[in-house]
């Protein structure tokens, strides 16, 4: 027994995330959103400067935000599947 759905939704969230935080980057309230809820962006500054930053190194941040998303979602499925299987074996 396999599920894969907080994967996806997780996935889409970081994607999300990604998209509004591209699109409305001028607006602090969305800038601020992107820099909570993204753990890459948590450690980009110690690396660059994130004022200052080029669309590729924005790039690499946005495919590991949705990286990291998937995982916290791969990790819940994970769990998700073995408390089944736990459960059912009681």
């Known amino acids: 027994m396999r599920t894969t759905t907080f994967t996806w939704l997780f996935t889409f969230l970081g994607a999300a995330l990604c998209l509004v935080h591209y699109l409305f980057h001028e607006h602090d309230a969305f800038y601020m959103l992107f820099y909570a809820l993204s753990v890459p962006a948590w450690f980009a500054s110690t690396f660059t400067n994130i004022y200052e930053i080029s669309m590729f190194r924005m ?3 946005y495919a ?4 990291s998303w998937a995982l916290v979602g791969y990790i819940i499925d994970r769990f998700s599947v073995s408390y089944r299987r736990r459960d059912r074996t009681h």
């Open 64 to 67: 590991l935000t949705i990286a």
């Open 59 to 61: 790039l690499i941040i």
